[in-house]
C-alpha cells in the first residue's frame, strides 16, 4: 500500500509540473511569431512599382508582428519622383524598424537610392551596385509647328534647355545627400569617385563603404532578426501576404509596367519609354555590326 500511495504522490506531482509547462506551450502557441517581411523590387520604378512598394511598406509599419523588413533588389532604377516616393515612406519605416537591403542582382541609381536609406546592405560579389547619378532627355529647342497654337515659347517643351540642365544638377546632389545621410562614416571614397555614375561590382562597393557586407537574402533576414531582436521568427513575403488577406491569387499577377522602349516587334529596350529626368541605369547594348 506505500508503494502505492508513493506512486499516486508522484503522479501528482508530475501533473502539477507539467501543468505549467503545458499551459505555457498553448499560450505560447497562441502568441503570433515576429515576422521578418521581404519587400522584393525586381523592376524599373515606376508608378505602378512605386505604389506597389508603398503599400508593402505601409502595411509594415502598421502591422506589429512585422519587426523588420528586408529589401530584395534586382532594380536599374526609374524616375525620380516615384523613387522619392518610396523613399520617403522608407524613412517613415526605418523611424519604427529595422530595413535591411539584400542586392540580388542590381540596386542601380535609383534603386540604390533607396538602398542608402537602410541600416544595412548586402550585396552577392558580382552584384552590380552604384550608378549614383542623374541621366535625362533635354527638351528640343522650341521651334514653330505651324498647326499648334501655344500661349508660351515653352508651353510646347515645358522648360528650356537650361533649367532642365539645373534641376538635373539639383536632383544629382539631392542624391548625394541622400548617400552621405545613409552611409556617412562608412564610405571610403570621396565625393568625386561618389559622383562618377561607375557600377560598381558588391566585392568594390563593400570595399568603398557602399554596400556594408558580402551576402545574400538569408543573411539579410539574419540581420534584419537580430537588429530588431528577436528569434523563433518567421519569413514573409509582404505582397504574397496583402494579396492573399484580400483574397487575392498573388500568382495571378500580371505586371502592368510599361515603363520600357519596345521595338516594332515587342523586344524591350532598356531605355524608357518617356522622356523625363531618371535615376536610371542604362547598360550598354550587345554590338551589332
Partial sequence: MDAKIKWEQIRVWLLWLALPLLLGLL????????????IYLYDAIDSYAADNMIVQIDYAIENPEVRAVVLAFDSPGGTVVDTEAVYFELSQLRAK?????A?????????????????????????????????????PTPFVIEDVISTGPYKLWGAPRDSDMRQIDMIKEAFYQAVQLG???????ERDEILSGQIWSGIDAT????ADELGGESD??????????????????????ILESLGID????????????KT?????LPYPSKAGIYLLYIPQLPFQP
Avoid: C, Q, W
Avoid at 516594332?264 to 524591350?268: Q, R, S, V, Y
Fill in 250 to 261: 498573388p500568382y495571378t499577377y500580371v505586371s502592368a509596367s510599361t515603363f520600357f522602349l
Fill in 103 to 139: 542586392v540580388n542582382g542590381m540596386a542601380a541609381s535609383g534603386a540604390y537610392y533607396l538602398s542608402a536609406n537602410s541600416d544595412y546592405i548586402y550585396a552577392k560579389p558580382t552584384s552590380l551596385v552604384g550608378n549614383i547619378g542623374v541621366i535625362g532627355y533635354l527638351p
Fill in 220 to 241: 539579410a533576414i539574419k540581420k534584419a532578426a537580430e537588429l530588431a531582436h528577436v528569434s523563433n521568427y518567421k519569413v514573409e513575403n509582404l505582397y504574397v501576404s
Fill in 27 to 38: 499560450a505560447a502557441a497562441a502568441i503570433p511569431r515576429p515576422v521578418i517581411g521581404i
Fill in 207 to 210: 570595399r568603398m563603404g557602399i
Fill in 97 to 101: 524598424k529595422p530595413v535591411v537591403v
Fill in 264 to 268: 516594332p516587334e515587342g523586344a524591350t
Fill in 183 to 189: 552611409r556617412g562614416d562608412k564610405l571610403k571614397i
